[in-house]
């Protein structure tokens, strides 16, 4: 794995030299811009209209910059995207991170809300660009594209990238909102990569009826299988951590267990050619509601802080990978004859974006508007606006999707493959650099400090940014609360996520927690991972 990363990290330098200094010289670059963006990243943070994504894509540009300048633009392949070493290895601590710190009271309450925006309005924003892109680039003459491969675009377009937005955010003033954006944004780009992986399985030239229907079946299974993956791969976790007590005998085994079990999960479900980002983002759901609780005090504190660091290096690393990887002159040549025809296919494309988006976030609001009772848990039309502005941002995945469909091995020699790999990477500039810098602006003016306390709850978590240093996680603390029995089906029909919630925590209580572990059901012995706290010493 060590060879593979640095072979990855080798193909950044100057590809043709292959020697031991090629190498490290590559690492020392990607080390020194890392620490760069962390450095520059915190000095900006009360900066109004950049944060950390930004700046590392802006050093990423810069850099790709300089490095065309010293190499006098020979260098074409200095720069190539390698889509391996972004689901491999820098997509899974991400996604694994979101779902073992995500709030999951939050998560799950809203969760029929989230499902509905991330899996039913990605497969509405899926079919407007599509339908979008045959209408138009089918007229067009931008080479030999065919159904196919402008259904593909869809997929690749349909993928979001919120982070700019839950940077702005807080989950303790705007729980609702912010449970919203940041679940969507996980399921939206699993349902993408799902579609992306569906639609490669199929002959869409002879579209009818029974391809539509093995399309809808292979995609439900796809969510399904992967969804069970991950779960499994938790409570196995779980179980072995919990008969073992391997923290009894050595802190670390309970981390590099943990670890090693996630990356797992990750990885067969890739090799099962399932969704690696849903498999591994219920694991972390799983494994932070049992696993977690099973381990030493010192493996809680290590694990929140190790599995929050490789996220934020994974994403920081990202950011600028794509900054660099934009300036790869190759494919930027194959398009540079008709310059002209780029501008307009990428301004396109982000109109369908935003049609695409604004299709399902307000219909579907209003949808859910319809089955909440209280105004608290309604989505305001501000709200429903950040919500849609969220999703305007296209980020890596997109271009590991882009890379996938139309380059072999992140090169391309065909006219209209350069023209969609150029355009996506326009779409991806443009929408994170204008829109993000425009993100803390909106929100402050939709959101303002006065009414962001409105929608706050007594009861909501402790946020993520909280001391690490306590013996219970912040997502669990909702667990002491009473839960009031549900009284009969009418309720059942009023309030039917407190009355799953009942009957779960019933079923989680009886069965799952004794057997799986977790806060409370862990007996005392010595070096066991109670130690010498207990719930009722909180």
């Avoid at 670890?259 to 797992?264: D, F, P, S, W």
Wanted: proline letters at 3%; one cysteine or more; aromatic letters at 12%.
């Amino acid at each position: 794995m060590g060879l593979d990363l640095a072979a990855h990290l080798v193909r950044l330098g100057v590809v043709g030299s292959t020697s031991d200094h090629a190498s490290v010289v590559s690492i020392n670059l990607f080390v020194a811009l890392l620490c760069a963006c962390i450095v520059l990243g915190h000095l900006l943070e009360e900066n109004r209209w950049v944060n950390e994504s930004i700046t590392a894509l802006i050093i990423g540009l810069c850099t790709g910059v300089v490095i065309l300048l010293t190499t006098k633009g020979k260098s074409s392949h200095i720069l190539v995207f390698s889509e391996d070493l972004f689901f491999i290895y820098l997509l899974p601590p991400i996604i694994f991170n979101a779902g073992f710190q995500v709030k999951k009271k939050q998560f799950f309450r809203n969760f029929m809300t989230i499902t509905l925006f991330g899996a039913v309005g990605t497969m509405i924003s899926f079919f407007t660009i599509s339908l979008g892109a045959i209408a138009i680039f089918s007229r067009m003459n931008i080479g030999t594209l065919d159904v196919g491969d402008f259904l593909a675009i869809g997929a690749i377009f349909s993928a979001t990238d919120s982070v700019c937005t839950l940077q702005v955010l807080n989950q303790d003033e705007t729980p609702l909102l912010y449970s919203l954006v940041f679940g969507e944004g996980v399921v939206n780009d699993a349902t993408s990569v799902v579609l992306f992986n569906a639609l490669q399985n199929f002959d869409l030239n002879l579209i009818d009826v029974s391809v539509v229907l093995k399309f809808l079946g292979n995609f439900c299974y796809l969510f399904l299988s992967s969804t069970f993956l991950g779960v499994f791969a938790g409570l196995l976790s779980a179980y072995i951590i919990k008969k073992l007590y391997i923290g009894r005998h050595s802190t670390d085994r309970e981390v590099a267990l943990m670890m090693l079990m996630a990356y797992l999960s990750y990885m067969l479900a890739e090799l099962l050619e399932l969704s690696g980002i849903l498999t591994v983002f219920f694991c972390g759901i799983v494994m932070s509601h049992y696993t977690w609780h099973n381990v030493t005090e010192s493996s809680r504190v290590t694990t929140k802080h190790a599995f929050a660091t490789l996220s934020f290096i994974a994403e920081t690393f990202l950011f600028l990978y794509v900054g660099m990887d934009a300036l790869d002159i190759e494919k930027w040549k194959f398009a540079s004859d008709s310059p002209g025809k780029s501008i307009g296919i990428s301004s396109i494309l982000l109109g369908l974006v935003l049609v695409g988006r604004a299709a399902f976030v307000f219909p579907l609001s209003f949808l859910s508007n319809l089955t909440k009772k209280t105004p608290v848990e309604k989505i305001t039309w501000r709200q429903q606006i950040v919500v849609w502005w969220a999703g305007l941002m296209r980020g890596a995945v997109s271009i590991a999707l882009a890379y996938n469909k139309f380059t072999r091995s992140g090169h391309t020699q065909l006219h209209g493959n350069a023209i969609m790999i150029t355009s996506t990477i326009t779409v991806v500039l443009f929408s994170t650099m204008v829109f993000g810098m425009m993100t803390k602006p909106l929100i402050r003016f939709l959101l303002p400090a006065s009414s962001n306390t409105v929608i706050s709850e007594p009861s909501s978590p402790k946020s993520l940014h909280s001391p690490l240093l306590t013996s219970m996680q912040g997502s669990d603390l909702e667990s002491s609360a009473q839960i009031v029995r549900p009284s009969s089906l009418r309720m059942l029909l009023s309030k039917p996520t407190h009355t799953v919630h009942y009957y779960w925590r019933k079923f989680d209580d009886a069965l799952m927690r004794p057997m799986f572990g977790g806060r409370g059901f862990v007996p005392f012995a010595p070096g066991s991972p109670t130690e010498q706290t207990t719930p009722g010493g909180q």
